[in-house]
């Protein structure tokens, strides 16, 4: 596992490293100290990827789409 600040990771990194902070809690094999800290590091992980997805929605979400499907323009969502 890495030691890259959480807050400057991308989606895919985050989640490759919050799986394996899972797959390390949930082997039981560490000490509880050790644990805590896999624990802080996974819930600091899981909010970035939340926050990432959420950017992303509202991306998406701004593209507005004719009757054809054809997209006519975007529409910045607020904050981006």
């Given amino acids: 596992m890495t030691e890259s600040p ?3 990771m991308s989606f895919e ?6 799986e394996q902070v899972v797959s390390t809690l949930e082997r ?3 000490a509880l ?4 800290k896999l ?11 939340e926050a990432k997805l959420k ?5 998406v979400a701004a593209i507005t789409l004719d ?6 323009g975007t529409t910045p969502a607020e904050g981006l």
């Fill in 6 to 8: 959480v807050s400057e």
């Fill in 13 to 18: 990194d985050a989640m490759k490293e919050l």
């Fill in 28 to 30: 039981g094999d560490v």
């Fill in 33 to 36: 100290e050790e644990s805590i």
């Fill in 39 to 49: 624990y802080e590091r996974g819930a600091a992980l899981k909010t970035r990827c």
């Fill in 55 to 59: 950017e992303a929605e509202e991306k």
């Fill in 67 to 72: 009757a054809d499907g054809t997209a006519t």
